[in-house]
């Protein structure tokens, strides 16, 4: 599975901004979805995972409150709802997968190119 992560640019803090993760084919049911993000000079940090069959989210404790993850079974697409976006949140967004839930990026594969996003204060 090839995943393609879109829809960053540029906003001001307070902001919202609508990501999406476009999977090449199907994705299974046991499979664990994941957003990641990593700015630069830093690891990359666990964003949200979402399991595909039963739609549990789960989300890093930066974003909680202000980032929603959902999913489209029948496109293959994960989305990533950034609300209330602050500086901070600057970093390359990147969406991957997994066959279990895990808040490491080595649990995860299939990694896109990512999408950039800019908050500025």
């Known amino acids: 599975v090839q995943l393609q992560a879109s829809g960053g640019g540029l906003v001001q803090a307070g902001g919202s901004l609508r990501l999406s993760c476009a999977a090449s084919?199907?994705?299974?049911?046991?499979?664990?979805m994941s957003w990641f993000r990593q700015a630069p000079g830093k690891e990359r940090e666990f964003v949200a995972a979402i399991r595909w069959g039963t739609g549990l989210t789960y989300y890093g404790d930066s974003v909680k409150g202000r980032f929603t993850i959902s999913k489209n079974n029948a496109e293959n697409t994960m989305y990533l709802q950034m609300n209330t976006l602050k500086p901070e949140d600057t970093a390359v967004y990147y969406c991957?997968?997994?066959?279990?839930?895990?808040?490491?990026?080595?649990?995860?594969?299939?990694w896109g190119q990512g999408t950039l996003v800019t908050v500025s204060s």
């Open positions: 991957a997968r997994g066959n279990s839930l895990g808040y490491r990026s080595d649990n995860y594969y299939g």
């Open positions: 084919s199907r994705i299974f049911s046991s499979h664990v």
